[in-house]
């Protein structure tokens, strides 16, 4: 039976929501200590830096999916066509926003990785703390990165729960899709509040 | 008397075969009463002379039957698709623009053929098989209000307008679109339609299948018969997360 792209296309659905969508949700909250001084950011970083199996835990629930999602979800944006000028229907406005957010973060999350966490696995950094966030988002271009780089991976991932629902067949009627669409607004807003409150304390 | 009279101006993409490059041509034409774009296509076939006065060959169009059903007339109409038969002129922007629906390979000017969809139709299994080596009588009966939901899905002509829309249906990609999955819970409700379920599940989650839905949703707002596309997609969507776990943990058990 040839139902590979099937099965891909599931995994590729479910490793965004689980687990690379509740460890960016996690990653933002943990940001979040930033608002509370130096050394209430440093304390949590330091916290989830060092927990047992930290390599494992990186590669398994990170780095693989996030891989996966990466290189699959390029295959899917560059296979469609996509046509927002003459069907600017709101859906497919998303569908667009959805292939672009998600080739940006390619970039975005490959920059921020090497930036940070590459950093410290060869020995050109210490920790990633506070003082090494501040230096990053000193320079105002940067910041507007971040800022673009957190607002796009909050709404694709937000987006994505809605197609989740839909791709696992739990929201099928138009009312429950519409409410589908209420509640991952609501996720947008509340994570975006979050992540760009933890980015201006580092400013 | 006196006023200048009223008159109608068409852009149409034209080709001659498949692989030639395709042109534009104008056409001015004495606006009528009522007309719509097909009875516009009659007048420059019966007149075929361009805006700038030149004769030219005539425009190929495909129609049948002229009232919304055979879904042969589908054409781009300033840049959506739909049929041309129920597009009226009076509420259309001018100048008209005639595109063929390239989705599918053009045979000439607007004429494209829709072979794919009747493929893909006979991949997904869309019909209820009744033949036996003896006559199996009557099947179940349907109840009259789930013949009523399902008649709204049997609305579906096999246009290609849900295709044309939809940004995954598209020569990078093998999806087949909307409206043979749409068919696909149509026969899976059927009541003897019912008894081969596994097979068209296990049909659309093949290549090209399901899965390559991404959601845009261009096929529900674009279906000129309003039928539940999306609804449809995703209702498959559960039913062959069911399947896909049945086929990997299952038992033997192939039909309910």
Known sequence: MDNREFLMRRLHSLLGIIPIGLFLTQHLIVNHFATQGVEAFNNASHFMANLPFVIFLEIFVIYLPLMYHAFYGLYIAFTSKNNPGHYSYMRNLLFVAQRYTGVFLVVFIAWHVFETRFQVAIGAAAEADFNMMENILNNPFMLAFYIVGVLAAVFHFANGIWSFLVTWGITQSEASQRNATYFTLLVFIVLSIIGIRALFAFV | ?256
């Open chain 2, 1 to 256: 008397m006196g006023e200048a009279a009223k008159t109608v101006i068409f852009e149409i993409e034209r080709r001659n075969s498949t692989d030639e490059d395709s042109y534009w041509e104008k056409f001015e034409l004495p606006y009528v009463m009522n007309m719509n774009v097909i009875s516009a296509l009659m007048e420059i076939r019966r007149n075929p002379v361009n805006m700038e006065g030149k004769k030219t060959t005539p425009v190929n169009w495909d129609m049948n039957c002229l009232e919304e059903v055979c879904g042969a007339c589908s054409m781009i109409i300033n840049g959506k698709a739909r049929q041309s038969c129920t597009a009226l002129v009076d509420q259309l922007e001018q100048p008209i623009r005639l595109q063929p629906m390239k989705t599918f390979p053009v045979v000439r000017d607007l004429v494209i053929d829709r072979s794919r969809m009747f493929d893909s139709l006979k991949k997904v299994k869309a019909w209820v098989p009744i033949d036996g080596t003896h006559d199996l009588g009557e099947g179940p009966r349907m109840p009259e209000r789930k013949r009523q939901w399902a008649y709204e899905l049997s609305k579906c002509m096999t246009c290609g307008v849900c295709l044309e829309a939809c940004p995954n249906v598209n020569d990078k990609s093998d999806f087949i679109g909307a409206a043979p999955l749409s068919q696909v819970r149509l026969m899976n409700a059927h009541p003897t339609g019912a008894m081969n379920r596994d097979a068209r599940l296990n049909a659309i989650m093949g290549e090209g299948g399901l899965a390559s839905c991404g959601n845009s949703q261009n096929c529900v707002e674009s279906c000129p018969k309003g039928i539940p596309l999306t609804t449809s997609i995703a209702a498959l969507n559960r039913d062959t997360t069911v399947q896909m776990f049945r086929n990997f943990f299952g038992s033997d058990r192939m039909v309910d």
